[in-house]
């Protein structure tokens, strides 16, 4: 089952288009990463899709349903949740003050509680009272993905996860979404680190320049063929 279809988007920054007809799509339970250099359009989708960013007509559907033109908060109680890149944490607030942020909108009743969120990262339970920011890196990013979580979202994007991290750090988050997509969590991926998100993907979908360039089953692209659509025809940046 297709949870979340998009046929034929365009993105525009006042007069500037970033993405132009973009069809994107991402199965009930899928892994689906987006993968491109900088400028590519990866963030401007995710964005999109949260409605950060203006769309029209019916090119976003969600569960069958047209969610272009919808506030943020409203994208966020159908079921959508995003960690934004750089964790934009509020620096005023701590640990469990910005998880609940993203609690906001209580239309959806079975939102987690922070019992839950804390069993899914329980290194923040001890850290719960501290300012977000005195946190390391990696448990600041398990604050945002926390406060995306509490919402109980259908669909989970996450934006540039493992920038400036440690591999080892890495690996951690990327195994706890491993249990977060065990739980029935869709994943959508906007990851630079090309072997990472063809390791964890089932699908990927590569964009150059705010266009796809490549989609296909992650086990089935070949490294030639990721190269070309990341970087162009010749394989050169």
């Given at each position: 089952m297709k949870l979340l279809t998009v046929s034929g988007l365009?993105?525009?920054?006042?007069?500037?288009?970033?993405?132009?007809?973009?069809?994107?799509?991402?199965g009930d339970g899928e892994?689906?990463?987006?993968?491109?250099?900088?400028?590519?359009?990866?963030?401007?989708?995710?964005?999109?899709?949260?409605?950060?960013?203006?769309?029209?007509?019916?090119?976003?559907?969600?569960?069958?349903?047209?969610?272009?033109?919808?506030?943020?908060?409203?994208?966020?109680?159908?079921?959508?949740?995003?960690?934004?890149?750089?964790?934009?944490?509020?620096?005023?607030?701590?640990?469990?003050?910005?998880?609940?942020?993203?609690?906001?909108?209580?239309?959806?009743?079975?939102?987690?509680?922070l019992d839950e969120i804390y069993a899914i990262f329980p290194q923040l339970r001890s850290k719960a009272r501290q300012g977000a920011l005195s946190l390391s890196g990696g448990e600041q990013q398990m604050v945002a993905i926390g406060r995306a979580l509490i919402s109980k979202p259908q669909l989970l994007m996450c934006d540039e996860l493992s920038l400036g991290l440690a591999p080892k750090i890495v690996s951690e988050i990327y195994e706890t979404l491993g249990v977060i997509r065990r739980q029935g969590v869709t994943l959508i991926l906007v990851e630079q680190n090309v072997r990472q998100a063809m390791a964890f993907a089932d699908r990927v979908y590569c964009l150059q320049e705010g266009r796809v360039s490549l989609e296909g089953a992650s086990s089935q692209l070949q490294p030639d063929e990721v190269s070309r659509a990341y970087f162009g025809l010749d394989g050169r940046a």
């Open positions: 365009n993105t525009y920054y006042g007069d500037f288009q970033a993405l132009y007809g973009i069809d994107f799509e991402a892994a689906v990463a987006v993968i491109g250099a900088n400028g590519a359009g990866k963030s401007t989708l995710l964005n999109t899709i949260a409605g950060n960013l203006a769309s029209s007509g019916n090119c976003i559907r969600f569960t069958g349903e047209a969610i272009c033109g919808l506030r943020p908060w409203q994208i966020v109680a159908r079921g959508i949740a995003l960690v934004p890149e750089g964790r934009r944490l509020f620096p005023s607030l701590t640990v469990e003050e910005n998880i609940l942020m993203g609690a906001c909108s209580r239309a959806r009743r079975d939102a987690h509680s």
